[in-house]
Nanobody, 114 residues
Framework: QVQLVESGGALVQPGGSLTLSCAMSGNIADIVVMGWYREAPGKEREMVAMIYPGDSIDYKDSVKDRFTASRDNAKNTMYLQMNNLRSEDTAVYYC????????WGQGTQVTVES
């Protein structure tokens, strides 16, 4: 079993920055691929960034050049650095880990508004 706990969500003005964290615990060796997803009101959950073995990373097109996903294996933590935030980035952001089983965190709210 794996536990994922997100933190760092907040209210921020357009153009601002935030860093989300995902603390991992439990049988972390089960996780092969990790990622960040988001779910905006009235919309389906969508992939934001995926970190693959070897640390190759895929991003949703609309966040490329603005968001950076990373992980610190020593701290068992994954991060999402978000710059130049836009109102359309407003959503609940979820940490995801996949191996034989998929795991989700509880989500953290990011609100971008003036």
């Amino acid at each position: 079993q794996v536990q994922l706990v997100e933190s760092g969500g907040a209210l921020v003005q357009p153009g601002g920055s935030l860093t989300l964290s995902c603390a991992m615990s439990g049988n972390i060796a089960d996780i092969v691929v990790m990622g960040w997803y988001r779910e905006a009101p009235g919309k389906e959950r969508e992939m934001v960034a995926m970190i693959y073995p070897g640390d190759s990373i895929d991003y949703k097109d609309s966040v490329k050049d603005r968001f950076t996903a990373s992980r610190d294996n020593a701290k068992n933590t994954m991060y999402l650095q978000m710059n130049n935030l836009r109102s359309e980035d407003t959503a609940v952001y979820y940490c995801n880990g996949n191996g034989l089983t998929g795991y989700w965190g509880q989500g953290t709210q990011v609100t971008v508004e003036s």
